[in-house]
């Protein structure tokens, strides 16, 4: 069976500093792969998708890219944050009848 | 893009009651799939539902894409139960992403 790793839980990082979310799955190939962000009390965002090794579509303009280096692998980057990018990150995948996501990670910019 | 909006925005329950939410999109789809978001943040897949009806326990859904929306069914509710329910559909535009509808906050009291 499919699934999805994602790691930290939590993170806790300064205005200005990096950042880096990884993303795994197991049990699939070629799937696709998405990042998310849900502000506090609110709806989930579609920041970065992906169908394929390097190919990245970006929805939103914004602080953060994303990369995909191995087919199940994806990368949520950042060179330095804004206080604007806290949130709730999550990752995701796809495959043709079924999305499953990642457990999140709770990112707080100080 | 499309719009996905669900209704209502918030929802109070008694344990025991039923409640139907609905997800309504503004455009044709290949996928359509429904989400609880636990008060832990976990996104749990709750069906898969392009077309037709399925059911599962307490829960069921209905998807009309001729008519562009989808319904979800819960019966003798639980405090279990309690959270966001989201529905997200992929647009047949070809792009491969799952856009989340605005979400339905629910509480079951007991």
């Known amino acids: 069976s499919q699934t999805i790793h994602q790691w930290p839980a939590t993170l806790v990082q300064p205005v200005g500093s990096p950042l880096s979310l990884e993303c795994t799955v197991e049990?699939?190939?070629?799937?696709?792969l998405y990042w998310y962000r849900q502000a506090a009390g609110r709806g989930l965002q579609l920041l970065f998708y992906s169908v394929g090794i390097g190919q990245i579509s970006s929805e939103v303009p914004q602080n953060l890219s994303a990369s995909r280096p191995q087919d199940r692998q994806f990368i949520l980057s950042s060179k330095k944050l804004l206080l604007s990018d806290s949130g709730f990150y999550l990752c995701?995948?796809?495959?043709?009848?079924?999305?499953?996501f990642g457990s999140g990670t709770r990112l707080t910019v100080v | 893009g499309i719009q996905v909006e669900q209704s209502p925005p918030d929802l109070i329950l008694q344990e025991g009651a039923n409640s139907t939410l609905r997800c309504n999109f503004s455009d044709s789809v290949n996928n359509l799939q429904w989400f609880h978001q636990n008060p832990w943040g976990q996104l749990i897949n709750l069906f898969y539902?392009?077309?037709g009806t399925k059911q599962n326990g307490r829960l069921s859904a209905t998807t009309v894409a001729t008519e562009r929306y989808s319904l979800l069914y819960i019966s003798s509710s639980q405090t279990t139960d309690s959270g966001v329910y989201f529905c997200a559909v992929e647009p047949t535009s070809g792009t491969y992403k799952y856009i989340f509808g605005t979400g339905t906050r629910l509480k079951v009291l007991a």
């Open positions: 995701a995948w796809s495959a043709r009848d079924r999305a499953s």
């Open positions: 049990g699939t190939s070629n799937p696709n």
């Open positions: 539902i392009p077309s």
